[in-house]
């Protein structure tokens, strides 16, 4: 974590915030543990308020509400984890072993063209080791990469170091309830999330507060929903997404957006050198009323 990104965006206490009544309390640098190459790799950031502390893990702040829940799960799992293996292909695999499955060249090329554009601050929520954050931020002042999985990001993080890529923030955060505050982004991507989370709907409404007037939107889906993940009653088809960004179905919501492209891409992830899951994504670039 480079420590002059905290003051482009500002992270905020998850567990004193107000956003009800506009009040948020701003994370500041507390103790440093170890620095390489200016990020640091080890510390914490602190509450000025509250007094709550979140730990830098292999140079990602981990800023959760249950934080202590959180970290004791993370602390049993390998690293990195069979998932993260797994997408670490699939985000950067070899183009030589891409050829036998073109659809992902075609999937990681349409995601890049639909997000073109010159961005302040851009998000990528459910960023995993981050490709697509990557190809964001070269495109963008600041960009922050938000997941769950801290193994993935972890990598993404030294992938950074690597390649001396200096405008971006890898944070795990829950993407239903992100430590931040409203009207920050110019762009926000989540894909391959919305069939990842509890609540869909919720996922949008955060992007959408996230998001300024006039900012874009992409997210891309499968709709591969799972009831261990997702209550069947959450579940959404492309007709709701479409309908809810326009306003036209599920009022509630209160979105409103010009639908700017939608398309649908193949990817296909490579499970073991004998299984492989080919999904069909909804893709999907609206903009902000």
């Known amino acids: ?9 500002q992270l905020v206490c998850p567990q004193c915030r107000d956003p009800a009544k506009d009040m948020y309390s701003i994370l500041a640098m507390n103790d440093i543990d170890e620095i390489s190459s200016e990020h ?3 510390g914490d950031l602190k509450c000025p308020d509250c007094g709550s502390k979140y730990p830098i893990i292999g140079g990602v702040p981990c800023i959760l509400k249950d934080i202590d829940i959180w970290q004791a799960k993370v602390n049993e799992e390998p690293d990195p984890d069979p998932v993260t293996k797994i997408f670490n292909e699939f985000h950067y695999g070899k183009l030589e072993d891409l050829q036998d499955w073109p659809d992902d060249q075609r999937y990681w090329s349409a995601l890049k063209e639909l997000s073109k554009g010159n961005y302040l ?8 080791v981050g490709r697509h954050t990557f190809e964001l931020a ?7 990469g938000i997941d769950l999985r801290l193994s993935s990001l972890k990598l993404a993080v030294i992938r950074q170091i690597e390649h001396d890529v200096t405008n971006i923030l890898f944070i795990a955060a ?6 931040l505050i409203a009207g920050m982004f110019d762009h926000a991507s989540a894909l391959n999330l919305l069939d990842n989370v509890r609540y869909p709907l919720t996922l949008m409404g955060q992007m959408n507060a996230l998001l300024k007037p006039d900012g874009q939107m992409l997210l891309a889906t499968p709709y591969a929903w799972q009831e261990n993940i997702t209550p069947s009653e959450e579940w959404l088809t492309p007709d709701d997404v479409i309908g809810a960004l326009r306003g036209s179905t599920l009022p509630q919501c209160g979105f409103s957006y010009n639908i700017l492209a939608e398309e649908d891409q193949g990817w ?16 999907v670039k609206a903009k902000k009323n």
């Open 40 to 42: 640091v790799m080890t």
């Open 138 to 144: 070269e495109m963008s002042d600041t960009t922050l």
């Open 121 to 128: 601050n851009s998000l990528d929520l459910g960023c995993s």
């Open 268 to 283: 296909t992830l490579r499970n073991n050198e004998r299984q492989y899951s080919h999904y069909i994504s909804h893709i």
């Open 1 to 9: 974590m480079l420590i002059k990104l905290l003051e482009k965006i």
């Open 174 to 179: 829950d993407a239903l309830d992100p430590p």
